[in-house]
């Protein structure tokens, strides 16, 4: 999935679209901060006099961030995404209202993959749209082998494209989404014990200046 975005990410693109992952709550060491650096670096990687950036926000924390300098470029903002239990048909519904409102050619998701407890590793992956996958196809360039694959049925490659698109999408989202979320609650988890412990720390010193 990485060697996936490495690949397409070198594509050359006019409208980008940062979708940035991140949680309703606090508490969780800088999981949230990561996040949204990684998005402002892609934002400003994608900059350009003929290209345009915009974001997707998932979560309040990395809206608060955001909003204070890039109000006008946030496209949509969805909060509690978290309220109930995560599923794919949730994510597969939130996937197509962003594909129906948003136009872009190229949606750069960014969350945090799960490592262990304790660490978690900032990623991003690459989502092209349909006609970007086309044209690069037919180009010859990076996905050119696309034609080696033959066709079956009535639909046309376009109509194949579209429908890989969508379900891609929604399957990767699905998938940052859980990353994200397994990594929010390491990291609270671990801000929580620290916290625990520089309490109990804190607790003693004081009873022995007491007594």
């Known amino acids: 999935m ?3 975005h490495f690949a397409l990410s070198g594509i050359d693109v006019k409208k980008n679209v940062i979708v940035t992952i991140s949680s309703d709550k606090g508490l969780c060491g800088g999981i949230n901060s990561t996040s949204v650096k990684i998005s402002r670096a892609l934002h400003k990687l ?9 974001y997707v926000v998932l979560g309040e924390k990395a809206k608060v961030q955001l909003v204070r300098d890039l109000k006008k470029d946030i496209e949509i903002s969805i909060s509690e995404l978290q309220k109930h239990p ?14 129906k409102n948003v136009e872009f050619d190229a949606l750069r ?8 407890v304790v660490s978690f590793l900032p990623s991003t ?13 037919e180009a010859g360039g990076k996905l050119g082998e696309l034609d080696s694959y033959e066709i079956e049925g ?16 929604s399957c990767v989202m699905f998938n940052a989404v859980l990353e994200n979320a397994c990594s929010e609650q390491g ?17 003693d010193r004081l009873t022995l200046t007491y007594n």
Do not use: W
């Not at 994608?46 to 915009?54: H, L, Q, R, V, Y």
């Not at 794919?88 to 594909?99: E, K």
């Not at 009535?154 to 999408?169: R, V």
């Not at 990291?187 to 607790?203: H, K, V």
């Open 187 to 203: 990291a609270r988890m671990s801000a929580m014990d620290s916290s625990s412990r520089n309490a109990g720390e804190m607790l």
């Open 154 to 169: 009535g639909e046309t490659k376009s109509e194949i494209l579209q429908n890989l698109s969508e379900f891609q999408f």
């Open 2 to 4: 990485h060697c996936l």
């Open 86 to 99: 995560l599923n794919y048909t949730q994510v597969s519904v939130l996937a197509d209202d962003i594909l």
């Open 125 to 137: 992956i690459t989502v092209l749209s349909p006609e970007i996958v086309e044209r690069e196809a």
């Open 109 to 116: 998701i960014v969350f945090n993959k799960f490592q262990s």
């Open 46 to 54: 994608n900059s350009g006099p003929d290209k345009e950036g915009k």
